[in-house]
């Protein structure tokens, strides 16, 4: 880039530790855009123009900046004072940083300069069993379409110690661009493998780029050469260079391949020339490969093959600067196939000398196979070095000789019975501790129950299973969590084999326990399976009363038991009464309370004063889609909060831990202080804001609403079918793509930065897309089984009605006929809100009253409520087998499935039922970006935040009766997957939000 720098944000004092280290380390010019310090309570900007000059004067001094200018709260006397003062001083020279090395990537960065292998030597090892001419075994997976197998061999390569991972599927059986794109789609969602970079390996260049588009990070590609004239040589790297790959160039021109020790030199300056100086192709990006050839063979002029690369290495690195060097070295023993031992003699001898010699930087190898060169024995040694560097003109009879007579010995010690099957190393080769670490780590519950019992058996109690080696692989998901290396969905599926293993020692605890009330002359019937003394604390949970959504509390209650704290969740819609009984009951350390509806925000102020009332000394945490910052310090709080016992709002589970430790560790106080200190600050920002802002009388607003001239726009049509329509004939299959997986993601705490936030662009972030993408595959395997077993169904409601105005305009008069509409005797009414914070412009002041026509008119007002039924069973199934993953998971999939039931369900109310849009032909994307005529507010959202018109609304289409859908106390649907809205038709409706409304309004 030309200029890197920092805009906005903080204001320039608190920009200057980041400038500082951006300076020395930035190759280009550095700019910073600050605000006028921090925004005030009222969104305004305190800095003067001298304030905000001299707070940049910092940068200034110490020469850090090239370009300096102002962002939010800046005027132009701002940038005039910032400019009078920078210009006496000098810019920020350029450091010399060096020519930068070559950096590679899949999930975690790779430096290949700073890379050594696993016998020592500064050499990367790219994995060669993912490559069909390479493997015999990888090539039948891949012509079976086996990819999960396939997938295997990729992580064992990882595991062995491959630095980057070989991609060949050449073979002309097989369809390569369909095979590079599957292979690498799937290889990107393993953790295990995309971790690494790849190496993309291809006779054709297109099925390079199918595989390029897929990949994570900065990959190689293998490879462009010569041999197909400069200018495609040209083209394939400047296609490259735009991709920000690093390359393989093969010693290949029109000619032939280089097989000489000149001839390899000359191609490959050749090449470095042109990428250089015509492409400007970063040579730090470049990989030679001047052709490892075999040597042995018998052949005259294939015996300098070895001592001609080794000695092209060392000129190649000299003449071009930067460049590193790779091979493929299986071929330099090719004559010697199905004779392990020699073959890896010979790499052995070559790779020391090629690599400690001559700087060979890369290559294509077996890392499970590759020995040290100490390793190799004094004779094969000798033969070895005398047939690399054709030292002798009997080098291949002596290795031939050698061959045969490790041949005879192999088949020898099978005759004799005394060699056995080696077998590949592997995690399931580890002690029973660290396979139980690796399990949890890895979310595999597929041994747990025989690796636990096996540690079980090596212990001296059960306890010790748990206390020991689970909960120290669980303090690495801990650790991994916390440090943002692990994320949610992996962390739930630990959970799931945690629970496994715990599930499988209970019976031997509690027979254990038994044992020793009975030695000591107790009753065992006194044994207690509820003892708890072992965990770090414990947390009470409770989705508040009137709420029944869970899966955030599901959520956290899992990632607290991930860290050995023990969760008591009593539910949802659980009343104060029974928070306060079950929290005294279990004696817990930390209370929490979580809710997604509005109401369930007074409720929680209802729970923290009968708290306060009852003397109750545990921290109360809050949580939930509507709850926020604000509203604890402001509402929550002051029934509640002092040093010992706080009100804390946890944004999401992944706080959730590092919160309960800090409330329970020894730095308590300093903790809670910090908190009380910033709740205090938002309380008075908050009340002087109100002190700043202005209303509108009712009245006043009534004069500015919105208006629609309904003559010349007039009403939609009048319904095709007027009144109540149920609808339980819509199969899940037919809303999957009415799908949005946005919020879905959002569930799982997953959230990709800028330009990747949302689906489908979240599974190219470098940092969640391979999780997000791994989760996906489970959403849609479990979504398949679903609609398989039809073990969800969707079922709901619709009413379709004549509406008008009221005479004030301010609500919204239904009628259950055009007779009933004449004689003006409403059914019922819904009372709307109108804005009326004062706006700056002339913008009207809306209600949703505004979108129906006044008496005089034939309009219409749609509703329905739908719901996804069958979750609940699923629930239960799933907790029984200890599977939270999969519980969480059946929840988010019953969230999604309603959701797009209500999109699908609009779009026919729209299309047939009313029957107003008949000609639209919209996709799902469009629908999604809401495309259509007409708007579906939800109540208890912005446009319609009061709950209670949703008993209005049940008692018209009577959602209870015709579709199993109740209200709760607090106005909750029930089930929790169930989504309910009004349908307007008018296309100049709008979303909005009413925001704050007077008393004045409501009296």
Known sequence: PMCVGLNCALGAVHMIPFVEKLAKVVECFLHVYSNAGLPNAMGGYDESPDDMARNNKTFFENGWLNMVGGCCGSTPPHIKAIRECAENYAPRKLPDVGRPKMWLSGLEDLVVDDVHNHLGLPFLNVGERCNISGSIRFKKLMMAGDYATAMDIAKKQVEDGAHVLDINVDDGMLDGLAAMQKFVKIAVTEPEVSKVPFMLDASKFEIVLAGLKWCQGKCIVNSISLKVGEELFKEQATLLKKHGAAVVVMAFDEEGQAATEDEKVRICKRSYDILVNEVHFPPEDIIFDPNVLTIGTGMEEHANYGVDFINAVKTIKEQCPYVKISGGISNLSFGFRGVMKIRESIHAVFLHHAILESGMDVGIVNANEMLHVTEVEGELKKACENLVFNKTPDATDAMLELTQKEKRAIEARKKGGAVTEIKEKSWRDFEAKKRLEHSLVNGISQYIDKDVEEARLMSSKPLDVIEGPLMDGMNVVGDLFGAGKMFLPQVIKSARVMKKAVAYLLPFMEEEKKQALIDAGLDPEEFDPEDDSAYAGKVLMATVKGDVHDIGKNIVAVVLGCNNYKVYDIGVMVSCETILEKAKEYNVDVIGLSGLITPSLDEMVVVAKEMSKAGFKQPLLIGGATTSKMHTAVKLSPNYFTLEHPVIHVLDASRSVTVVSSLLGENKEDFVTDIMEEYDEMRE???????????????????????????????????????????????????????????????????????????????????????????????????????????????????????????????????????????????????????????????????????????????????????????????????????????????????????????????????????????????????????????????????????????????????????????????????????????????????????????????
């Open 685 to 1003: 920002d908050y009340y002087a804001g109100l002190e700043d802002r202005y209303f509108l009388t009712f009245e006043q607003a009534k004069e500015q609403k919105f208006k629609i001239d309904f003559d010349a726009k007039s009403p939609a049509p009048a319904p095709n079918k007027v009144g109540i329509t149920v609808v339980d004939y819509v199969e899940l299959e037919n809303v999957v793509p009415y799908i949005d997986w946005n919020p879905f993601f959002q569930t799982w705490e997953l959230r990709g930065r800028y330009p990747n936030r949302g689906y489908p662009k979240i599974f190219d972030d470098e940092a969640v897309g391979n999780e997000a993408r791994k989760l996906f595959d489970d959403a849609q395997a479990m979504l398949k089984e679903i609609i398989a077993e039809k073990s969800m169904h969707l079922k709901g409601v619709v009413g379709l009605f004549p509406a008008n105005q009221s005479e004030d305009g301010e609500d919204v008069h239904i009628y259950s006929d055009e007779d009933s509409r004449a004689a003006g005797n409403p059914t019922a009414t819904f009372c709307m809100l109108r804005q009326q914070a004062e706006k700056e412009n002339e913008d009207p002041y809306l209600s949703q009253a505004d979108f129906i026509a006044p008496a005089g008119y034939k309009d219409h007002l749609g509703m329905f409520a739908v719901s996804c039924f069958g979750c609940e069973a699923l629930v239960e199934k799933y907790e029984a087998e200890h599977d939270d993953y999969s519980k969480i998971m059946s929840q988010a999939l019953a969230d999604r499935f309603v959701e797009a039931f209500a999109e699908y369900l609009h779009k026919v109310i729209r299309t047939e039922m009313w029957g107003y849009a008949n000609n639209e032909e919209l996709n799902e994307a469009d629908l999604l970006k809401i495309k259509y005529d007409g708007i579906r507010p939800a109540p208890g959202y912005p446009s319609q935040p009061d709950h209670t018109e949703k008993t209005t609304m049940w008692n018209l289409i009577k959602a209870k009766e015709l579709a199993g859908i109740s209200l709760s106390d607090s106005l909750s649907m029930m089930p929790a997957a169930s989504v309910s809205a009004l349908v307007f038709a008018h296309p100049d409706s709008k979303y909005f939000a009413v925001g704050q409304v007077g008393k004045d309004q409501v009296e």
